[in-house]
Every structure is written in C-alpha cells, then in structure tokens.
C-alpha cells in the first residue's frame, strides 16, 4: 500500500503533485497541505493532538469526512511518529512524505533520524523537498534514480559507518566501499546518465536526489 503522509512543515517552493496514493494520512497541521495541488483534496486520516488546526478547521475536515485521531498533548510521539505508526498498522508498504522539513530545527532534524528507526524497515521511505528527493536506503537493499545528466546525488551515512557501497551510472562510482560515519564523502557526486543505482551492504544512508 503506497501512503501519502503530510507533515506540519511549511511546503516550499517548487513541490511537485502528490503522487497517485491509496490513502492519504495528515499529520495535525498538515492537514493543509491536501489542498497544495489546487484539487481540494482532504486527507483520509488526520492524526495527533491536533493543536496546530482552530476548531473550525477540525469541525470542517469532520464533516468534510476525514477520520480524525485525537491524541493528548502530553505524550511521548510526536504528531509524525503517530501518522507514520498508523501507516504501518495499515500495511503501508511505500509512504511518500511532503512537510517533513522547514520551520524549527529541532524537529527537522528530529524528524529525519526518526525514519532510520529499525520499525520502519520494510518501508520505502520517500521524501519530497522541493527540487529534491530524498530517500532512505538500508543494509541489503538497491535503490534506483532516474534522472539528467549532472543533477546532484548525495549519500550520508546516518547510523554508522555504510559499508558495501556501490555506485553504477554516477560520475564517481564506488565499488563496495566504505562511507564513514560523521564525514562528507558521499556528498555532491552527480548523475552521469539518466538512470543510476546505488547498493548498499550494510548500515543506513540517506540518498538526496536534486532532480528538479
């Protein structure tokens, strides 16, 4: 099941259509972020402790038919971990996410490590960022680009050392290599045709693809 999860942060500029999904999941205030594409979506499920909506908002999207899932203020998830929670309960085996970064640090950065939790494994984890994707790529797995010629492809290693590492089709390749934790080897490298590979044996990285 492929899940669109909006987040709370503001959308920037250049964020290309939602993808074609199978339910649509919004983390508290990103409920607002439905109506990006100009369609006058509304989102199938909202979740959290829903204190960035007004109650006329939270009344509107009742009626309006979207599933709401009221949670305390005082709790120990955020809003993101309990919408990514409830795609998984519901089999999510794709989630595309829009509004993860932007706004306070804290939570950006807190955001991102949450997705390398060992729970989410088994998930493809796809992030849009504006002119970029992102996506998380763990031990025993290859993930594809496709793109142009010289757009930017980065990895960074986010829990310790990627080991394994193997490019095809990037200016610099690498052929099962180490990237280490904590430096910048991996970033900047660049698409040398339209369609690239990286592999990766063991660790978690992060894959950042400037593909607009």
Known sequence: MHILLLANAPL????????PHDLMIAADGGARHAWQDGKGKIPDVI????????PDEIAGYDRAGASLYRHPPAKDETDLELALDFALQHHATEITLYGLFGGRWD???????????PKYAGVRLHIVE????LYLLRGGETLT???SPGQ?????PLHGDATGVTYTGLTWPLQNATLPFATP???????????????????ILLITHRSR
């Open 12 to 19: 920037p500029p250049r964020s290309p259509p939602f993808p």
């Open 47 to 54: 979740i959290g402790d829903l204190d960035s909506l007004t």
């Open 107 to 117: 939570m950006t950065f807190a955001n991102l490590l949450l997705l390398a939790a």
């Open 130 to 133: 504006g002119d970029t994707d």
């Open 145 to 147: 680009l496709h793109g």
């Open 152 to 156: 930017t492809v980065s990895a960074i």
């Open 185 to 203: 080897r991996g970033v900047s490298n660049t698409m040398a045709a339209e369609m690239a590979t990286i592999t990766l044996t063991e660790g």
